[in-house]
């Protein structure tokens, strides 16, 4: 018995001496410290981005070469119900002007950017025509005066008339008519491939000034009136911060439906010309040859001009003999033409 409790303490004695050999000792030292990766940031950088070109009606780099391709000028209505109106944010250039009675229409050229909707459209004038050929554009109307269509037929310009090309239209919901009709530029582009109409043109070119430059002559005005009628005024405030003027219509914002962005122009030229009533329904004759007085509006700054239609379009200029062109600064330009009478001196207020 006393031999088997000491054999058995023996072997007790043995595991537990092995056991303890066969453990690994215990390393206290701290893991090393793996160092996050280093990020390397570019450097910010403000070089202007490089266009290979110049957009010929704003003076602004563009990757695309536009020197020849066809604008679209289309006929914006402007009456009450038809505002806000869709798309004209992205025109390069506007013209205003009466169409009959009080109301103005917004002659909206395309060339450099391309809306998804522009709208409503309306009816065309003759002088409306004047405007759009010297562009050499296809002019986008719904019917119009019968010395237009006469015009349009007898001279066979490029245009799209709604009335007997509504494929090319559509009409919304949410305005009664006239005011609904819309229409967009894959329509207008899908109208000229298929009527076979040229898809470029002499497009006319501007005098601009260098990018970022500072407009030094003029007296103030950054608050501009106008009267188109006495039941149709509008005025443009400038913004310092955008370099532009801002749209007003009726004492409010006028703002573009698309974005709800308020209409602004870089250029805003106000010209006087010679208008004349036609008939009852309040048709005018308007001379959009000139020349003419008017003023230019840049950078909060008013010059006062002589302007005529020259090389098919309007311009500004600082001399009497019409040789010095103004030039525009780059960016959009919005042409207000008022009546000549009563001329500048009452429709036309600025400080």
Not at 333 to 343: A, E, Y
Request: aromatic fraction near 8%.
């Amino acid at each position: 018995m006393k031999r088997t409790v000491k054999s058995s303490l023996m072997v007790l004695a043995f595991m537990l001496v092995t056991t303890a050999c066969g453990q690994q000792p215990v390393d206290t030292q701290p893991s090393p410290q793996i160092p996050d990766p280093i990020v390397q940031t570019p450097p910010e950088t403000n070089q202007p981005i490089d266009y290979a070109y110049k957009a010929p009606m704003t003076g602004l780099g563009s990757h695309e070469n536009l020197g020849s391709k066809r604008p679209i000028m289309v006929m914006i209505n402007n009456a009450p119900p038809a505002r806000p109106q869709t798309g004209i944010n992205k025109a390069d250039m506007i013209y205003e002007v009466l169409s009959e009675g009080e109301m103005t229409r917004f002659l909206a050229i395309f060339q450099s950017q391309k809306p998804e909707v522009i709208g409503p459209v309306r009816s065309i004038r003759p002088y409306f025509i004047q405007i759009g050929t010297g562009f050499d554009a296809v002019l986008v109307h719904a019917g119009g005066s019968p010395d237009a269509l006469e015009t349009l037929a007898r001279k066979d310009l490029s245009h799209l008339d709604e009335i007997p090309n509504g494929q090319y239209f559509w009409r919304e919901k949410f305005r009664k008519m006239p005011h609904n009709l819309y229409t967009k530029p894959e329509l207008l582009e899908k109208a000229m491939q298929d009527k076979g109409m040229r898809q470029t043109a002499e497009v006319p070119h501007f005098t601009f000034l260098p990018e970022n430059a500072e407009i030094k002559e003029g007296v103030p005005a950054t608050q501009v009136d106008l009267t188109f009628h006495s039941l149709n005024k509008a005025a443009f405030t400038y913004d310092a911060e955008q370099k532009k003027y801002m749209r007003f219509t009726a004492g409010k914002p006028h703002v573009d439906l698309s974005d709800k962005k308020q209409l602004s122009t870089t250029n805003l030229l106000v010209i006087s010309a010679k208008h004349r009533v036609l008939d009852k329904e309040g048709r005018l004759s308007v001379d959009v040859i000139g020349p003419g007085d008017g003023y230019l509006f840049q950078q909060g700054k008013a010059r006062k001009i002589k302007w005529k239609r020259s090389n098919g379009v309007i311009r500004a200029y600082e001399d009497e003999a019409l040789t010095q062109e103004v030039p525009f600064l780059t960016g959009n330009t919005w042409v207000s033409i008022l009546p000549n009478s009563p001329g500048l001196s009452k429709s036309l207020k600025f400080q």
